[in-house]
């Protein structure tokens, strides 16, 4: 098997698998419980809150485990945002947000927030002049992804968080950092980032656990109620096996994250250039992109009809969002960027991990142009 789908999930450490089976078996306690077993498990949920902060360069600011990043984009969003709607608040974002970004901002229009969208360059990057003009005084909140789950664009998010303060001090700025973290740089320390969505998920841990930070003096208000774990804002019993593994996956991966970089970006450089040399080829990337995620487009040829011809030889890759390609519709993304549907019906991405290799790349080119030879005018 030739694993290519890493943006969607991936395989957790073997330590992380060990590390969940143990706490499952001996520290199995309700960490709100107040004996010793429970006392153990708080201890864990303590340390691994330690080990994700570590990966955001600081000893301040919280961070609070949730189900996922889908749902530290909605405490970031939601948290920060339900309250203010009587005052009309201006949310600013892009179209090529995660759906747990977009509906959510979506949802906050229909109950009366005045949400705009900043204008995509054909390149991945954002407008800035665009972004500037929609800075004005009622800006309540920034929400842009770091690094984009289908085209890997990288957004200089500390440069676009100082711009939101300086034309607006009071207005908060979020970032969904799910593709970026252990690919990208993610420390907040002495920018001007106030909330940062990760998920375990994407960095060889366990599913079902994500998180936010949220940075001191950041008002956040809960969108689950019950029993008041993690600080009041995320009620139920905390998932401790899950969470422990999060912070060993966040540990083990930012030790090794130098080296997994360089050697994904030389891996990501041969997949896209062998892939752009196919006939009918269309590589589509960005200007600096993450080292981990290449999309091409095959125009004629749709992406599914490929995807599990790929399949049937033994290389799985993705037709879009994971979070949404189980649905038919054409990528925002892809959209703001000016493609035409040709092309977006065509497109699929291929994201490496810790354990691609080069021998994977080359079968990946092999297979994909054998493939397309076969499947063309299908």
């Given at each position: 098997?030739?694993?290519?789908?890493?943006?969607?999930?991936?395989?957790?450490?073997?330590?992380?698998?060990?590390?969940?089976?143990?706490?499952?078996?001996?520290?199995?306690?309700?960490?709100?419980?107040?004996?010793?077993?429970?006392?153990?498990?708080?201890?864990?949920?303590?340390?691994?809150?330690?080990?994700?902060?570590?990966?955001?360069?600081?000893?301040?600011?919280?961070?609070?485990?949730?189900?996922?990043?889908?749902?530290?984009?909605?405490?970031?969003?939601?948290?920060?945002?339900?309250?203010?709607?009587?005052?009309?608040?201006?949310?600013?974002?892009?179209?090529?947000?995660?759906?747990?970004?977009?509906?959510?901002?979506?949802?906050?229009?229909?109950?009366?927030?005045?949400?705009?969208?900043?204008?995509?360059?054909?390149?991945?990057?954002?407008?800035?002049?665009?972004?500037?003009?929609?800075?004005?005084?009622?800006?309540?909140?920034?929400?842009?992804?770091?690094?984009?789950?289908?085209?890997?664009?990288?957004?200089?998010?500390?440069?676009?968080?100082?711009?939101?303060?300086?034309?607006?001090?009071?207005?908060?700025?979020?970032?969904?950092?799910?593709?970026?973290?252990?690919?990208?740089?993610?420390?907040?320390?002495?920018?001007?980032?106030?909330?940062?969505?990760?998920?375990?998920?994407?960095?060889?841990?366990?599913?079902?656990?994500?998180?936010l930070f949220i940075r001191n003096g950041v008002h956040v208000k809960p969108v689950i109620y019950g029993g008041g774990q993690e600080n009041g804002l995320r009620s139920g019993t905390q998932n401790t096996a899950a969470i422990a593994g999060f912070g060993l996956a966040v540990q083990k991966t930012m030790a090794f994250m130098p080296?997994?970089?360089?050697?994904?970006?030389?891996?990501?450089?041969?997949?896209?250039?062998?892939?752009?040399?196919?006939?009918?080829?269309?590589?589509?990337?960005?200007?600096?992109?993450?080292?981990?995620?290449?999309?091409?487009?095959?125009?004629?040829?749709?992406?599914?009809?490929?995807?599990?011809?790929?399949?049937?030889?033994?290389?799985?890759?993705?037709?879009?969002?994971?979070?949404?390609?189980?649905?038919?519709?054409?990528?925002?993304?892809?959209?703001?960027?000016?493609?035409?549907?040709?092309?977006?019906?065509?497109?699929?991405?291929?994201?490496?991990?810790?354990?691609?290799?080069?021998?994977?790349?080359?079968?990946?080119?092999?297979?994909?142009?054998?493939?397309?030879?076969?499947?063309?005018?299908?």
């Open positions: 098997m030739i694993y290519l789908d890493n943006s969607a999930t991936t395989r957790p450490y073997d330590e992380v698998i060990a590390l969940m089976a143990s706490i499952q078996k001996e520290t199995f306690g309700n960490p709100s419980s107040l004996h010793q077993v429970g006392v153990l498990a708080e201890r864990t949920m303590k340390t691994a809150r330690e080990q994700v902060l570590s990966a955001f360069g600081i000893d301040e600011g919280s961070f609070i485990f949730t189900g996922s990043g889908t749902e530290a984009n909605n405490l970031a969003i939601l948290g920060t945002q339900l309250s203010q709607i009587h005052r009309t608040p201006r949310i600013i974002t892009t179209q090529m947000e995660h759906p747990s970004v977009m509906e959510t901002v979506l949802h906050l229009k229909e109950l009366g927030a005045d949400c705009q969208l900043i204008r995509l360059q054909k390149n991945g990057q954002l407008d800035e002049e665009h972004f500037a003009s929609l800075l004005t005084e009622n800006t309540s909140l920034v929400s842009i992804m770091t690094v984009n789950n289908e085209i890997g664009a990288v957004q200089d998010v500390v440069k676009l968080a100082a711009m939101t303060k300086a034309n607006c001090p009071r207005a908060l700025f979020h970032t969904d950092a799910v593709q970026a973290l252990g690919k990208v740089p993610v420390s907040v320390r002495n920018t001007k980032i106030d909330l940062v969505s990760v998920s375990a998920h994407k960095i060889n841990g366990p599913k079902g656990v994500g998180g080296d997994t970089t360089e050697r994904m970006h030389a891996l990501r450089k041969k997949l896209a250039d062998g892939l752009s040399a196919i006939p009918g080829a269309r590589v589509i990337t960005s200007e600096n992109p993450a080292p981990h995620i290449v999309s091409v487009a095959f125009p004629g040829l749709r992406s599914e009809i490929l995807l599990h011809a790929l399949e049937s030889r033994g290389i799985y890759v993705s037709s879009g969002s994971a979070c949404s390609s189980n649905r038919p519709h054409l990528s925002p993304t892809l959209l703001a960027l000016g493609f035409d549907r040709k092309v977006i019906d065509s497109a699929i991405r291929f994201s490496l991990g810790i354990h691609t290799t080069e021998a994977d790349i080359a079968e990946a080119i092999s297979c994909v142009s054998e493939q397309t030879a076969l499947l063309s005018g299908v």
